[in-house]
Structures are given as structure tokens and as C-alpha cells.
T-cell receptor
Framework: AQTVTQSQPEMSVQEAETVTLSCTYD???????LFWYKQPPSRQMILVIR??????QNATENRFSVNFQKAAKSFSLKISDSQLGDAAMYFC???????????????FGKGTSLLVTP | DAGVIQSPRHEVTEMGQEVTLRCKPI?????LFWYRQTMMRGLELLIY????????DSGMPEDRFSAKMPNASFSTLKIQPSEPRDSAVYFC????????????FGPGTRLTVT
């Protein structure tokens, strides 16, 4: 099974600053999907951004962007202009391709707790 | 549109009791997933269904856990008998299985077994 590693249990950033959350994964598959989910204290899992492995261009969603390094199996999330509402747990997740025997389930990392200070 | 609906949001029960968690996926979605979140193990897949058929139940901890999807709009996860180590947040998620890879999560059920 593919493993996802988030090496930073906690991160802190000041409001309006930029922070980068790290994620690495282990896979032998050449095509797959990567995601970042946000889980605020409400515990709702919210999709932040996704990346298809076959796309070389890094995904961007407003203040959120990723640095996808396929050869290094790295998928970091950059949050620009951090806001108080960005405080949450952030989970990196991996999903196998459509016809993989691994199925459609998401493999999650352990998460990074992001604190945003005024 | 309504998102994934889970009930109850909170459940407190005594060890040995039967617990049933419910999920209504987003209308039109044909894949449904049950995940469990604990501090020790993080988020892990329990089982998933495609077109109401269980595809992978390798994450179901043991025979005390069972899941059903009798139709496209309803699924249950049952624990019988419950144990304190089953205390966790249980999430249901749904997606289009063929052309989409995004999973939409429900609000979760926080289960406490005393």
C-alpha cells in the first residue's frame, strides 16, 4: 500500500505571511492523484487542492498552491497571505489511478496542525 | 445541493451495545467510503462501495464491524458489540467513481464507547 508521510506535526505562521506544509509519499505507480484536505475544529474535511500526477503544472487555488516534485515524490502545500481562518489540521492524501487494484480509497498522512497567529 | 449527510453527529454508548451509524451520499454519486479517524492511527479506510457493492472491506477491523448499502442513497456501519477501542470519529464520503476523483466528506460521527 502507498504510504503518505507528513513530517511536521505542527506549524505556526503569522497572519499575512506564507507557510509551506510538507508531504512525501511512496508509490510504484506512475499515475495517481494527490490532495490536500483541511480539517478545522468543526472536524469537517474540506478539499483544498488536488493534483494529477500526469500534469507537470502545479495546481493553484487562490492563496493555495502546491509544489509537486514527481521524481522526489514530494507534494508540499504553500499557503500565501495566511488568514486566521486557515488554522486547522491539514492532511495530505494519495489516490491510485482509476483502474488500479488499489481502488479508489484515499491514503492519508498523519496531518499537520497549522496555527495562525495575529 | 445537500452534501453528505451523517447521523447521528454524536453517539455515546456503553460497551457491549450495538451502534449503527448512517450515511446519505450526495445524490448521483456512485461510490461511498467509510473512514475512521483516531489519534493513534489517523484517518483509515474501513470499507468502500461502488454501485452499492462492497469493493474493499480489508480495513474493517473485525467481525464486530459490518456495513451495508441497500440502495444508492443510504449506507450503514454497524458495530456489535461495541468496545471502548472503537471510540473514534467515523466519516462517510462519496464520489463519482468514474470521471472524478474528489471525495466529499460528511461531518462525521463522534462515537464514544464507555
Amino acid at each position: 500500500a502507498q504510504t503518505v508521510t507528513q513530517s511536521q506535526p505542527e506549524m505556526s505562521v503569522q497572519e499575512a505571511e506564507t507557510v509551506t506544509l510538507s508531504c512525501t509519499y511512496d508509490t510504484s505507480e506512475s499515475d495517481y492523484y494527490l490532495f490536500w484536505y483541511k480539517q478545522p475544529p468543526s472536524r469537517q474535511m474540506i478539499l483544498v487542492i488536488r493534483q494529477e500526477a500526469y500534469k507537470q503544472q502545479n495546481a493553484t487555488e487562490n492563496r493555495f498552491s502546491v509544489n509537486f516534485q514527481k521524481a522526489a515524490k514530494s507534494f508540499s502545500l504553500k499557503i500565501s497571505d495566511s488568514q486566521l481562518g486557515d488554522a486547522a489540521m491539514y492532511f495530505c492524501a494519495y489516490r491510485s489511478p482509476q483502474n488500479s487494484n488499489s481502488g479508489y480509497a484515499l491514503n492519508f498522512g498523519k496531518g499537520t496542525s497549522l496555527l495562525v497567529t495575529p | 445541493d445537500a452534501g453528505v449527510i451523517q447521523s447521528p453527529r454524536h453517539e455515546v454508548t456503553e460497551m457491549g451495545q450495538e451502534v449503527t451509524l448512517r450515511c446519505k451520499p450526495i445524490s448521483g454519486h456512485n461510490s461511498l467510503f467509510w473512514y475512521r479517524q483516531t489519534m493513534m492511527r489517523g484517518l483509515e479506510l474501513l470499507i468502500y462501495f461502488n454501485n452499492n457493492v462492497p469493493i474493499d472491506d480489508s480495513g474493517m477491523p473485525e467481525d464486530r464491524f459490518s456495513a451495508k448499502m441497500p440502495n444508492a442513497s443510504f449506507s450503514t456501519l454497524k458495530i456489535q458489540p461495541s468496545e471502548p477501542r472503537d471510540s473514534a470519529v467515523y466519516f462517510c464520503a462519496s464520489s463519482w467513481s468514474h470521471n472524478s476523483y474528489e471525495q466529499y466528506f460528511g461531518p462525521g460521527t463522534r462515537l464514544t464507547v464507555t
